[in-house]
């Protein structure tokens, strides 16, 4: 199989006009167009298992969430095959849902996404809206991993895609919209700050204490830190 190198010199910036789009987007959502922005007791069936940022790693019985998509399809034709996501959100501001309502909850590739004063908010309103015992399963890009690959290790074949450690550091921080680096260190301390307990790293796609809430995109192994909380 032939492996596309990364080039960070190939890399287009974040406009101006993309921000300008995705905060229209977000006051649109918020303030527009809001029928799919609260989680109904009498919509959503139980167990409620919900998946914050849920991307294309759709699936059937979840509530999957992810950022306003209404306008977005409206001006782009080709995405009206896309599957409608239940319930449309901005992670910076709070969930609409009451608290204890939710079973389970799933997030991954998206904590990153935010500042590490959002990721925080996020965190506490996971736990508000968990029901007491029930648990989070989160993953995100694994810093550590990549700053050992940066010292000259190799934790896997992934990180083949990169010509340098300097690279992989780079496309960490810099692109897809990262805006926080975790490690297991900083994602442990968060969650048990914020008063979440047994809190541990758990094997990708394998191991959890939920199995239900086990749904890694596979594609994303090589740079993946996995853990499990538990709302008291």
Same mark, same amino acid.
């Given at each position: 199989?032939? =492996?596309?190198?990364? /080039?960070?010199?190939?890399?287009?910036?974040?406009?101006?006009?993309?921000?300008?789009?995705?905060?229209?987007?977000?006051?649109?959502?918020? +303030?527009?167009?809001?029928?799919?922005?609260?989680?109904?007791?009498?919509?959503?069936?139980?167990?409620?298992?919900?998946?914050?940022?849920?991307?294309?790693?759709?699936?059937?019985?979840?509530?999957?969430?992810?950022?306003?998509?209404? &306008? +977005?399809?409206?001006?782009?034709?080709?995405?009206?095959?896309?599957?409608?996501?239940?319930?449309?959100?901005?992670?910076?501001? $709070?969930? *609409?849902?009451?608290?204890?309502?939710?079973?389970?909850?799933?997030?991954?590739?998206?904590?990153? +996404?935010?500042?590490?004063?959002?990721?925080? /908010?996020?965190?506490?309103?996971?736990?508000?809206?968990?029901? $007491?015992?029930?648990?989070?399963?989160?993953?995100?890009?694994?810093?550590?991993?990549?700053?050992?690959?940066?010292?000259?290790?190799?934790?896997?074949?992934?990180?083949?895609?990169? /010509?340098?450690?300097?690279? *992989?550091?780079?496309?960490?921080?810099?692109?897809?919209?990262? &805006?926080? =680096?975790?490690?297991?260190?900083?994602?442990?301390?968060?969650?048990?700050?914020?008063?979440?307990?047994?809190?541990? =790293?758990?094997?990708?796609?394998?191991?959890?204490?939920?199995?239900?809430?086990?749904?890694?995109?596979?594609?994303?192994?090589? *740079?993946?830190? =996995?853990?499990?909380?538990?709302?008291?």
């Amino acid at each position: 199989m032939i =492996v596309e190198k990364y /080039n960070m010199f190939n890399k287009q910036p974040f406009s101006l006009m993309n921000l300008i789009y995705f905060e229209f987007r977000s006051w649109f959502g918020l +303030h527009i167009q809001r029928q799919n922005t609260r989680i109904n007791k009498k919509k959503f069936k139980e167990p409620k298992l919900l998946d914050l940022g849920v991307g294309g790693n759709y699936s059937e019985g979840w509530i999957n969430a992810d950022f306003f998509q209404s &306008l +977005h399809l409206r001006f782009w034709k080709k995405q009206k095959k896309k599957k409608r996501n239940e319930l449309e959100l901005d992670l910076r501001f $709070p969930i *609409c849902c009451e608290d204890s309502a939710i079973d389970g909850i799933y997030s991954g590739h998206t904590l990153e +996404h935010l500042t590490p004063f959002h990721a925080f /908010n996020l965190l506490k309103e996971i736990i508000r809206i968990l029901k $007491p015992g029930c648990w989070l399963r989160i993953n995100v890009p694994d810093l550590e991993k990549c700053v050992d690959f940066y010292i000259g290790n190799k934790p896997n074949n992934g990180f083949n895609i990169y /010509n340098s450690g300097c690279e *992989c550091i780079h496309d960490l921080t810099q692109n897809s919209g990262h &805006l926080s =680096v975790w490690d297991k260190e900083m994602l442990g301390k968060t969650l048990s700050d914020i008063g979440f307990i047994n809190i541990k =790293v758990v094997r990708f796609g394998e191991e959890g204490t939920d199995k239900r809430l086990i749904k890694e995109e596979f594609v994303r192994e090589w *740079c993946t830190l =996995v853990m499990e909380a538990q709302k008291p």
